[in-house]
C-alpha cells in the first residue's frame, strides 16, 4: 500500500488572478459576515499582502514552539495585513548593519540525527539566517507582538514599511497560496479561539547564511508535527523535497500534550459507478472513463465544523457537493491545477458548509465526479491507475462500503465484498448496461476494483471464497518484439569495414508469445493454499473472500478482499521478459508476490501501520509471511537462500561507495527515496524489513514468533500500530531467561539506527573436569561504536542439538564462555540466517 507522501512546498504554476475579479472579491468580503465563503476567505488570504504600518526594528526578539526556537537577533519585522482580525504572515529580514536571526532545531532521535547530519553535515540544526518568511494560523502573532512591545524589543520602523512590502509582497503571496486550503480549514473553524494554540499550524521558509533556503514545520494535524527540508535539484534536474528531519513535536513525546483528533469520520460509502468507454467503445484502443457519485455518511467528532477536507485522484474533477441534499462549496487549491494529471496522485480539496455542523451528528456528503482512471493496456487489458483513490476519501479510517458498478457487457469486473446483485446487460450494447453490487461485510479502510476480460478458477476451501482471474489476452507490452537476426554465409566472415549485411541472409525469428493464463490455475491454487496458512497462523483475514485480478506492470496491490496481482506472474517462467528472469526475480514472481499481496490481508488491511515511519512493520511482514509461506512449501533452505540475497542486496555498495543499508534507519520510510541509492528504499523496507523479522524470529522461537503475530493481529485488530507499539509487544514475547532490555537494544540497532556489521570469532576448547570448556570473543567491525547486536554461538556436537550461547557484541571484543558435556565437533557463529552480519 503506498503511504501518502510529503508534499514539496514547492511554488508551483499559479492561475493569474483577473485583477478586476480580485476587486470585486475584495468588495465582496468588505461587506462579508460570517457566511464568508471559502473560496472568499482563500482568495483574501492570497491577496492580503504585507501592511507597511506594522513593521518594526528588532533586537533580540526570540520565540519557542515546541522543538524549534527562533532568533531575531537584530533586524526588521513585517507584518502582513490581517484576515477575518488575523495576521497570518511575517517577513524577518537581517538586512542591517550586523544583522542576524538563527535557528535551532535538535532532532530528539539518533536516527534522525543522522538524517539532519546526512544533509546538513551536522546532527542538529543551528543555522544564522539573512531572513524568514512565516506563515502560520497558531498563536505566533500575538506572541510576537506581547514581545515586540516590551521595552527595547521592538520599535516601529515607518520608514522601512513601504521598502520591505515592495521588497517581499510577492514571496509571501507566493508561500501563503500553498497554505489557503489549510488557512481556510483553521480559519473557519466554528472553535477558532480554543483551537488557535492547538491546532494552528507554522510554516517557515528561511534563507540560511550557510545552508540556502530551507523549511520548517509543526503542524499538528500531521502525524508527526515537526519536519525541516529543503528543495533540491537533482542530478537528473527534477526538483526533489530532502526530508531532514520528520519527528513527533515535544509535547507529544513528553505526553503534555496528545495528537488531534480527526474531526470527522467517514463511517459508510455508497458509490454508484459508471465505467464508459472513452468513445463509447471498449474494443477500441482507449482508457475507460468513471462517472460516480459517492455518498459518504459521516460522523462528527467533539466540536463543530464547517469545513471538511478531502483528497481525490488529480485525473478526477469533482464536479459538484450536496451536505444533506443541500448543495455545498468545493474548494480546490488554486495553486495545484497546473500539475500533471497523474492519476496515483491525490489532490487535495475541502468541502465548506455555509452553516456549521453540529458535534456528534451525523451527515451525508454527496459528490458527482468524474475522470479517466482506467488506461488501456491492450485488448481487453485495462489497467486501473486510481486504484486507490477513484473516489473522494478522507483519512484512511475503516468504513463500510456498498458499490454499484454500471459498465460495458463485455468486460468482467471485480470488487471487495458481496455479490449481491448482478445484471448481466445486454451483448449487443456496447454502453454500460451490466450491473454488480458489491457490499462489504465488515469495515475496510479503502475499496478498490479491476476489469477487464478476465478467466476465472475459484478455489474450493470450505468457509473461504477465493477467485483468481486472469486477462484472455495478453497486455501490448509483454508482447515480445520479433528478432531480426544476421545469418553469415560461411565463406566470408566479419571483416572490419565491409558491409556484412548486404551479403548475409537477414532471418526473422518470432520468439514465443507469453500465454496470459498460463500458471492461472498454479496461482488460483498457490493464492488458496496461502490464504489457508495463513488463516491458520494469524486469525481471521480482513474478509472471509478473496478476488485476485491482473495489473499491468511488474507490482502488486493488496486491497482489502482485493489484491492486484502482476500479470508477469501469470505467465510461465521461460515466457517472461528478460528482466524477470534473474533467479531472484523468477521467485518474486512465482511465489512471493502473490503471497506477499494476500499477507496484506492481515498486514496492512487488518492491522495498518500509523504513519510513514511504521509502513515497514505491514510491509517487511507481508514480505517475511510469504517467506514463512515459501518454507513450508520449498523448505528451509530456500528461505535461507533468500535472507542471503536480501543480506548481499544491503551490502551492496551504491555510486556514493556505501552500503545500500547505510542510507537510512528503516523508520525513514519513503524518506529513503530520496537517497543516493535508487533502490535503497525497496531494499531496506522489504528486505531488510524481511530480515528484522527473522531476527526476531530466531530470538523468540518459532513458537513465541507466531504467538506474537497472533497477538498482533488480535491486539491490533482495524487500529493503527506504531513502531513503538510493536516494541511493546516484541517484549512480551522474549523468552524468560532473555532481558526486556535486550528488546529495546534490537530496536534501537536495527530498526532506528543503521549498521550491518561484521563479525570475528576466535575461541578455545579446553577440558575443564570431566567436562569441556569453549571460551572464546567475537569481535565487531564496519559499525558505529554505540552498535550492539546479539550474536548466536552455535556448539556443535557428534551426536544430539548443537547449544547455543547469545553473546552481545560492543566495540570491544565480547567474550563468552561454556561448559559442555562433550568434545564439540564444531563451533561457529550462527550468523549465516541468524543474524544479519558481514562474513569475515
Ligand atoms: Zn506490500
Redesign the pocket.
Given at each position: 500500500?503506498p503511504a501518502a507522501r510529503m508534499q514539496g512546498f514547492q511554488s508551483t504554476v499559479r492561475l493569474l488572478v483577473l485583477p478586476a475579479l480580485a476587486l470585486l472579491l475584495a468588495a465582496a468580503l468588505r461587506g462579508a459576515s460570517d457566511n464568508v465563503t471559502g473560496a472568499q476567505l482563500a482568495q483574501s488570504i492570497r491577496d492580503a499582502g504585507l501592511d507597511q504600518e506594522e513593521c518594526y526594528r528588532v533586537r533580540d526578539l526570540s520565540y519557542y514552539k515546541e522543538d524549534i526556537k527562533l532568533y531575531f537577533h537584530d533586524g526588521y519585522l513585517i507584518f502582513s495585513k490581517p484576515v477575518r482580525g488575523e495576521r497570518l504572515s511575517v517577513v524577518f529580514t537581517a538586512d542591517v548593519e550586523g544583522g542576524d536571526g538563527e535557528i535551532i532545531l535538535f532532532p530528539p532521535f539518533k536516527g534522525e540525527r543522522q538524517s539532519m547530519a546526512r544533509f546538513t553535515q551536522s546532527p542538529n540544526l543551528d543555522e544564522h539566517f539573512n531572513a524568514a518568511l512565516l506563515v502560520f494560523s497558531d498563536d505566533t502573532a500575538r506572541q510576537l507582538y506581547e514581545q515586540i512591545t516590551q521595552e527595547g524589543v521592538g520599535k516601529k520602523a515607518l520608514e522601512m514599511g513601504p521598502l520591505l512590502r515592495d521588497q517581499w509582497d510577492s514571496v509571501v503571496k507566493n508561500v501563503t497560496e500553498n497554505f489557503d486550503l489549510r488557512l481556510v480549514i483553521d480559519l473557519l473553524n466554528p472553535n477558532r479561539e480554543s483551537a488557535r494554540s492547538r491546532e494552528g499550524l507554522l510554516f517557515g521558509a528561511i534563507a540560511g547564511k550557510t545552508l540556502g533556503n530551507f523549511d520548517f514545520v509543526d503542524d499538528p494535524r500531521q502525524e508527526q508535527q515537526i519536519l525541516a527540508g529543503q528543495m533540491k535539484d537533482r542530478s537528473n534536474g527534477e526538483p526533489q523535497y530532502d526530508i531532514w528531519t520528520h519527528f513527533s513535536a515535544r509535547s507529544i513525546r513528553t505526553g503534555s500534550g496528545k495528537p488531534l483528533e480527526e474531526g470527522f469520520k467517514v463511517r459508510h460509502y455508497r458509490i454508484e459507478a459508471s465505467i464508459l468507454g472513452m468513445s463509447g467503445d471498449v474494443s477500441g484502443s482507449q482508457g475507460l472513463k468513471l462517472r460516480g457519485v459517492t455518498e459518504a455518511t459521516i460522523r462528527l467528532g467533539k466540536n463543530s465544523l464547517r469545513v471538511f477536507p478531502f483528497e481525490v485522484s488529480r485525473a478526477i474533477q469533482v464536479k459538484s457537493v450536496e451536505v444533506d441534499g443541500k448543495p455545498a462549496e468545493l474548494l480546490f487549491r488554486e495553486t495545484s491545477r497546473g500539475k500533471a494529471l497523474r492519476p496515483d496522485q491525490n489532490e487535495a480539496f475541502v468541502v465548506v458548509v455555509s452553516e456549521a455542523l453540529a458535534a456528534a451528528s451525523d451527515h451525508v456528503l454527496k459528490f458527482q465526479h468524474e475522470g479517466s482512471v482506467i488506461s488501456f493496456a491492450g485488448k481487453g487489458v485495462y489497467f486501473v491507475e486510481a486504484r486507490s483513490n477513484w473516489y473522494p476519501q478522507s483519512g484512511f479510517n475503516f468504513a463500510d462500503y456498498d458499490l454499484t458498478f454500471h459498465y460495458p457487457h463485455a468486460l468482467t469486473l471485480v470488487a471487495p465484498g458481496d455479490l449481491k446483485e448482478e445484471e448481466p446487460g445486454s451483448q449487443s450494447d456496447n454502453s454500460e448496461s451490466k450491473i454488480s453490487r458489491y457490499v462489504t461485510p465488515v469495515p475496510i479502510r479503502v475499496a478498490g476494483f479491476n476489469l477487464g476480460q478476465y478467466e476465472k478458477v475459484s478455489g474450493n476451501d470450505p468457509g473461504f471464497r477465493v477467485d483468481v482471474y486472469g486477462n484472455r489476452n495478453l497486455e501490448y507490452a509483454l508482447v515480445p518484439k520479433p528478432r531480426e537476426t544476421l545469418q553469415l554465409p560461411n565463406s566470408i566472415g566479419l571483416r572490419p569495414g565491409r558491409n556484412t549485411a548486404a551479403s548475409a541472409a537477414s532471418v526473422t525469428t518470432l520468439p514465443v508469445v507469453p500465454d496470459p493464463l498460463g500458471r492461472l490455475r498454479e496461482v488460483a491454487s498457490d493464492v488458496s493454499a496461502c490464504f489457508q496458512y495463513f488463516t491458520s497462523l494469524f486469525g481471521p483475514p480482513a474478509m472471509n473472500s478473496l478476488t485476485v485480478a491482473p495489473v499491468p506492470g511488474s507490482f502488486?496491490?493488496?486491497f482489502p478482499g482485493l489484491v492486484y496481482l502482476s500479470t508477469i506472474a501469470y505467465i510461465e517462467p521461460t515466457e517472461r521478459p528478460a528482466f524477470a528472469r534473474s533467479l531472484q526475480n523468477q521467485v518474486f514472481f512465482s511465489d512471493l508476490i502473490e503471497a506477499?499481496?494476500v499477507a496484506?490481508q492481515w498486514w496492512?488491511n487488518v492491522v495498518v501501520s500509523a504513519g510513514n515511519q511504521d509502513e515497514w512493520i505491514?510491509?517487511g511482514l507481508?514480505?517475511y509471511s510469504a517467506m514463512m509461506w515459501l518454507e513450508k512449501k520449498k523448505g528451509a533452505k530456500v528461505l535461507e537462500q533468500l535472507l542471503q540475497q536480501y543480506r548481499d542486496d544491503l551490502l551492496t555498495k551504491d555510486q556514493t561507495g556505501h552500503p545500500i543499508e547505510a542510507a537510512g534507519p528503516i523508520t525513514w520510510g519513503y524518506r529513503l527515496e530520496a537517497s543516493d541509492s535508487a533502490s535503497a528504499w525497496r531494499v531496506i523496507t522489504y528486505e531488510k524489513g524481511a530480515w528484522i523479522y527473522h531476527m526476531i524470529r530466531k530470538r523468540l522461537g518459532d513458537e513465541r514468533f507466531l504467538k506474537m503475530l497472533a497477538e498482533l493481529r488480535h491486539r491490533y485488530e482495524f487500529k493503527v500500530v506504531t513502531t513503538e507499539g510493536f516494541r511493546a509487544l516484541v517484549k512480551e514475547y522474549v523468552p524468560p531467561k532473555v532481558s526486556k532490555n535486550s528488546v529495546d537494544l534490537f530496536f534501537d540497532n536495527w530498526v532506528y539506527s543503521t549498521g550491518v556489521p561484521s563479525l570475528k570469532l576466535s575461541y578455545a576448547v579446553k577440558p575443564a573436569a570431566k567436562q569441556w570448556k569453549v571460551s572464546g570473543t567475537i569481535e565487531q567491525s564496519a559499525v558505529d561504536n554505540d552498535f550492539t547486536a546479539e550474536v548466536p554461538v552455535e556448539i556443535q556436537f557428534a551426536k544430539g542439538p548443537s547449544q547455543i550461547v547469545w553473546v552481545e557484541t560492543s566495540d570491544e571484543p565480547a567474550t563468552f564462555s561454556a561448559t559442555i558435556q562433550d568434545l564439540p565437533v564444531k563451533v561457529a557463529l550462527g550468523t549465516g540466517t541468524t543474524v544479519l552480519a558481514a562474513k569475515k
Open positions: 500500500m502488486g496491490q493488496g506477499h499481496e496484506h496492512g505491514m510491509e507481508a514480505n
